[in-house]
């Protein structure tokens, strides 16, 4: 076990680096890919289900680069992306829901979005602990985690929703595991750490198997080599082995399980390499793109893996089978997205595929850090300042080196996270312009080094120059210029205090680290500060305009939706560009969520969104249908066209540029009875309509939504655009609800309708929640909205209306 000196040091590193992350997270995706595996996230926690429904939208747009997912054998959509890192977030993301469920104003997705935060904090502690194993003191470990932490490109993957930052623990993971078991001999805990390191490896990039191969033979070797003689005992290592597969086996499965529930294949993962995905790129292209090029170059957005580079001799001079492991790994990872179709890996900061080898580059630097260290500090932690005043001239070129070159990429990466970068990627499709309809050719815009001040690291400077307010990546502090001030305060003070307790911390020498460190209540209080600023973030960003204003548009749709959803209900959404709003407040809000299924206007035209919504109208009894700036009855919604052919109506409401309508479905209506009617009714001009039949439900609850089917025929072309009403009425004749629609809801004006066909009126009825038991009168009529008294047609005893059905409210 650790020493509490070592302890606590440690958790004052994670603490301050949670505080960081939390402070610079912008709240918001910067990239669809990031909704795509949070979409699972929130699909696992609420249905128990992995589809990515919410945005099926994805599937169709420009770019195979930009297509998120495939279509399962049902023809729902599932993330192409490995499921480790949105099933773990699962914790993270209940813990959310569970607080949102008390009432407590908190966005879902904006609190979701801080997960790996606590996972790059956690690289950075392990990173630490494998300093150590290593042979090097305390304060050489903490370095490289502040490094690691704040100085490379896992500073902004950080406050990203993608796999790399979970992919750099798990490898670090399997490493440490396997160090520490080439040193011990002990397989309990130690491979069992090593193979689930390996799992979760797979699991969230299964090419990173490859790399699970290279750690594997660091292990094998060791063997051989290995001071324990136990290591080389079949039976021992027979143990060991089935230590090591057996949580990497039980990963691989459950990938197989997961790609054979999402496509009916085993080996399929939702890559679409029959459309330009794969490993195609020239190796010599992709190298000069992920190392050298201003636009992903390695060294232009990390520039202290420059220092790496020097001390990697000094490094395998040290620790021989590590730096070839790490020499090894870092070959094989940058050789595999070098030919990758789109190796510069769309709108990213620097070479987002490289993030996962981030935590051993830094580790190289350990005997230049340690040397450094004790050359300009001094072996008395209480006189560093002193010391170093005196030392630094005598520090030589390498320990100026570190030093200048981790000042650097602390800019760079402060860069990053302040400014929104996705701004700037969209500049240089302007500057280099690029054909989105091919992926090969949608990037990347700045290879040559004469383009080296069109690098997206000169890219921010000139973001934050222009317009900081507008660019801003920071969630508190809004592009309407207001500034959240209680996060800033809160962050200033969360951060100060931990960099004082680790420079106490620093401070302590070995002799009296037991006397001289705090108590353990105040080192306890130490985890508090992150939980504190956490909560006083969720809070304070919970009125970002970005995720709409309470009771206003979509927020007040949703909050309508919550009132009254039940488990048979569902939500599709025709709002491509608004589908953060839902995701971040609908499962807060509502005690039942329903299901959501986001498609854009055109999605109907393709027959997997056909085939699934047909699913929800056989499985849901209601569908709340949410459109963004659409006209009512737009011919070019295909999704809300076919619903007015096999849904049932009710109503349809403007929240500002949203619109609001609920349907019924086929469902209640499966056990219902036709009513024969064969009654006309006329208008004073000598228009008739022959009323055949009707379908409903006899009996329904208050609250429920009835649906009504009306059978009827032309006699003679039709002269005027009539208009349906369906009304439930009480014994004194009062209307307790009610419908008004034109033939398919609209979508077809009655003057143009066939003569003799049977034709069908599908509407519904939404009952009042509070309506009073018993019996009630379902009528229905025409009237002509031409006219000016609007004239209803009459049947022939003179009635202006006809009795469908009576209706039992239980």
Known sequence: MPSPYRRYGITILIALLVCVYTLTNAGKDHIVDEVSLFAVTESLVLRGEVDTNAIAWTQWVNSPGEVLGAFG?????????????????????????????????????????????????ATSALLWLTAVRLGYDDRTGATLGLLFGLCTIAWPYANHFFGEPLSALSLLICFYGLLVYRQTGQVTPWLWLAGLGAGLAIATVTAHVLLIGILTLYWLTGIFFSPHPSTRKLLDLVTAVAAFLLPFIVAALLLLWYNGARFGNFFTTGYHFDSGEGFTTPLGQGLWGLLISPYRGLFWHTPLFIVSLFAFPRFLRRHRAEGILIGALSVLLIGLYSIWWMWWGGFAWGPRFLVPMSPFWVLLLAPLVAEWKTRALGLNPRAWWPTLQSNLRTVGYPGWLLLILAALSFIVQALAVSVNYVNYETQLRQIFPTDPADPLKFGPPAQSLADLFYSPVFGQLQLLRTNFQANSDLAWFRSDGNVVW?????????????????????????????????????????TLLP???????????????????????????????CQSAQPSDAVVTIAPFSYHIPMNWLAGECEQTPPLFGYATNSLNHGEAAQVLSAVLQSYQRIWFVTERLPVNDPDNTVERGLSTVAYKADDRWFDDYRLLRYATPIDLANAFPTQLDTPLADGNGQQILLTSAIAPTAAQAGEIIPVEIHYELEAPGTSDLRWFVQLLAGEGNAVALL??????????????????????????????????????????????????????????GRDFISLSQVTIQ
């Open 531 to 561: 939980a504190l600023l956490i909560g006083i973030w969720l809070s304070g960003t919970a009125n970002d305009p970005y995720y709409g204003a309470p009771d206003q548009g979509y927020r007040a749709i949703l909050a309508e939706i």
């Open 740 to 797: 008004d629609s034109a033939p398919t809801h609209g979508y077809t004006p009655f003057s143009t309708l066939p003569v003799g066909e049977d034709l069908i009126e599908r509407v519904a009825l939404q009952l009042p929640e509070a309506l009073a038991p018993g019996q009630y009168q379902l009528i229905a009529g025409l009237y002509d909205p031409t006219t000016p008294a609007a004239a209803r047609l009459t049947l022939p005893n």
């Open 73 to 121: 054998v049902n023809g729902e959509v599932y993330s192409k992306k490995g499921p480790a890192p949105a099933f773990l977030a699962t914790a993270w993301y209940g813990l959310l829901h569970w607080i949102a469920s008390w009432d407590i104003n908190i966005g879902l997705m904006q609190g979701t979005f801080l997960w790996n935060g606590f996972l790059t904090a």
């Open 486 to 526: 209680l996060i800033v305060i809160m962050g200033f003070f969360t951060v100060t205090t931990l960099l004082m307790a680790l420079g106490s911390w620093w401070q302590i020498s070995a002799d009296d680290e037991l006397d001289a460190l705090p108590s353990r209540p105040i080192r306890w209080l130490t």
